[in-house]
């Protein structure tokens, strides 16, 4: 069966400071993968979809960064965070044009 | 634009029936889907409707009215375990998910 991990699970940051967030998919093969922000009380903003190894397309113009560096294995990045970047950070995978998303635990970032 | 409009937040009574309405206006349509969200955790996939008509699962049912450009999601015999938020979705002409804010429901015993 098919699971997705997604670490840390909480972190609190300091402004300035990078960021790494790291998401792999078990048991399936060249899935499609997400990077979601959901800010408090407010819908699924769209941060970043990969289709395949290094294919990153990027939704909003932010400090973030994206890599997929293997098939399974999707990565979101910072050098610098901003106060705004707090968030609820979801990554999420689908097969083909399916929209049935399945989405990691999730990770909680707290920049002060 | 593209926009997707649901309720902020309903209140419903254990055992009741409850209707969480979501409309949409979106470049192309390839369904709608909705998703459960409980808080401090991530979505789950309730159902998907492509087609006109009623999908039934259970004590969930999703409405589709593509003309319209309306859903609903009905859920009977509310248990306190349904309190969450209930987040809408359209897929778009580029296969995109457009998501709506979410509905929060507060059930009450």
């Known amino acids: 069966s098919q699971t997705i991990h997604q670490w840390p699970a909480t972190l609190v940051q300091p402004v300035g400071s990078p960021l790494s967030l790291e998401c792999t998919v078990e048991?399936?093969?060249?899935?499609?993968l997400y990077w979601y922000r959901q800010a408090a009380g407010r819908g699924l903003q769209l941060l970043f979809y990969?289709?395949?190894?290094?294919?990153i397309s990027s939704e909003v113009p932010q400090n973030l960064s994206a890599s997929r560096p293997q098939d399974r294995q999707f990565i979101l990045s910072s050098k610098k965070l901003l106060l705004s970047d707090s968030g609820f950070y979801l990554c999420?995978?689908?097969?083909?044009?399916?929209?049935?998303?399945?989405f990691g635990e999730g990770s909680r970032l707290t920049v002060l | 634009g593209q926009n997707i409009d649901q309720p902020t937040e309903m209140t419903a009574t254990e055992g009741a029936i409850v209707q969480i309405n979501c409309t949409y206006q979106t470049s192309g349509f390839n369904g709608l889907f909705w998703y459960q969200q409980h808080a401090g955790e991530a979505p789950t996939f309730l159902s998907y409707?492509?087609l006109d008509g009623l999908e039934e699962k259970g004590r969930f049912s999703s409405f589709l009215s593509r003309s319209k450009g309306y859903s609903y999601l009905l859920l009977k015999e509310l248990q306190m375990k349904d309190s969450a938020s209930y987040l809408c979705a359209v897929m778009d002409s580029n296969y995109q998910l457009i998501w709506g804010a979410g509905t929060k429901l507060i059930i009450k015993p």
């Open positions: 999420a995978w689908s097969v083909g044009e399916s929209g049935e998303l399945f």
């Open positions: 048991g399936t093969s060249n899935p499609n």
């Open positions: 990969s289709v395949g190894i290094g294919q």
């Open positions: 409707n492509v």
